[in-house]
């Protein structure tokens, strides 16, 4: 190999076993010749990029593209307040993913969730096919994405939901395997975010809820039990549902043909609404609650829809049930718009750590001011900001 090493490049990569596996995988190969990396801050875990530069048999050249992803990562950067488990990831890309896609391949369709990958066996990497040479691109744009694109997304968030319904189904210990959603202690990052929230409200001209949001951040964070989920439309969850999280493809148009999810490591066993709060109060244009009940009533068409195809069987969700769902999970509102959407909005870059001085800057950006002044009141008109 000439000029292998980024200077970036981190200790627990093996390039070694790196080009064996591409020996195995590919019949063609021959040998790695230069290896460049970086880490992506964009997504919802910054992750480490490769980009390979190969040699195939004939001296043919090759350009291949990679996200690493390592159980002994330590990245910077930007930190949502969601927590990962890589071995869930590993289980959902060997395991889970196959499955669901393989039954909508029984009813003759192709439907894909993530991209492909490659694993190694002894540094435990998992290498995921880098779509965005591929025409795919990060759905986290400034202006957030108009109705089209939403029901893009949301159309393969509820064949998702719908064939993880199906799977577990198929087997009773298919949920036993699985994490559940439950209320732990809120994270050093979670209880910082809720404290620079509150201390900015003025900031936003919103003071008069100064007393109400820190009221429920002590009810948020000390009362509620998720435990018990019975009566809820349970799913696997994508668990970090947002749109750094997500790609999508476009048309010579504009218009989104296909999405893909990449972070997996939130995945849980839980009710929907989760990721219904957490995709439709980061992803659409503003504002962001225009759309809200419209994209609810498209993702469950969707859903239903996807149910009948997989020959689900037992009741299947009303509007309503999702109506319901998301009244009795109403924080998880609260804490998307207070603690997710200020970073899906930052405009830091790729070397930024989020220390203390960082947090408050996230809650000046203008941005983030005019859409949480429009949240805060529809949040408590729908029953979403209020202590049980």
Not at 1 to 10: A, C, D, H, K
Not at 82 to 90: T, Y
């Amino acid at each position: 190999m000439s000029n292998p090493i980024s200077e970036t490049w981190p200790a627990w990569l093996d390039q070694q076993e790196l080009q064996s596996l591409l020996k195995q995988e590919m019949a063609d190969f021959r040998s790695i010749q230069s290896i460049r990396g970086k880490w992506e801050q964009n997504l919802v875990r910054p992750t480490y990029s490769v980009q390979l530069q190969i040699e195939c048999a004939g001296s043919k050249k090759r350009c291949l593209s990679f996200l690493v992803k390592s159980p002994h990562m330590s990245p910077s950067g930007r930190r949502f307040p969601i927590e990962g488990d890589f071995s869930m990831e590993l289980q959902m890309y060997e395991n889970i993913l196959p499955a669901l896609e393989g039954l909508y391949k029984a009813e003759g369709q192709d439907i894909r969730f993530s991209v492909p990958f490659l694993r190694t066996r002894k540094t435990r990497c998992l290498l995921l096919d880098y779509a965005q040479p591929r025409g795919y691109s990060v759905a986290n744009t400034p202006k957030g994405l108009e109705r089209p694109a939403m029901e893009a997304v949301l159309s393969k968030l509820a064949a998702y939901h719908a064939a993880t319904v199906r799977y577990i189904q198929t087997g009773s210990d298919k949920k036993r395997e699985l994490p559940k959603l439950v209320a732990g202690a809120a994270g050093e990052l979670k209880s910082l975010l809720q404290l620079r929230f509150h201390e900015s409200l003025r900031t936003h001209n919103a003071r008069e809820y100064e007393d109400k949001v820190k009221a429920f951040q002590r009810y948020v964070g000390g009362t509620i039990d998720h435990s018990d989920t019975r009566n809820s439309f349970n799913v696997i969850l994508v668990g970090s549902c947002l749109p750094n999280n997500i790609l999508n493809s476009t048309d010579a148009f504009g218009h989104v043909k296909d999405s893909l999810f990449i972070d997996f490591q939130a995945a849980k066993y839980g009710p929907a609404a989760y990721d219904l709060f957490s995709l439709l109060l980061t992803a659409p244009a503003s504002p962001k609650s225009l759309h809200f009940d419209g994209y609810l009533k498209f993702y469950h068409d969707q859903l239903i829809a996807n149910l009948g195809l997989l020959k689900y069987r037992g009741r299947q969700p009303t509007l309503t049930d999702l109506q319901l769902d998301l009244l009795k999970y109403g924080h998880w509102a609260f804490e998307v718009a207070t603690e997710i959407l200020p970073l899906v909005l930052s405009p830091f870059g790729s070397g930024d750590e989020h220390v203390d001085d960082d947090i408050v800057e996230l809650f000046r950006n203008p941005v983030y001011s005019e859409q949480i002044r429009e949240l805060l009141p529809w949040l408590e008109d729908r029953g979403y900001f209020e202590e049980e």
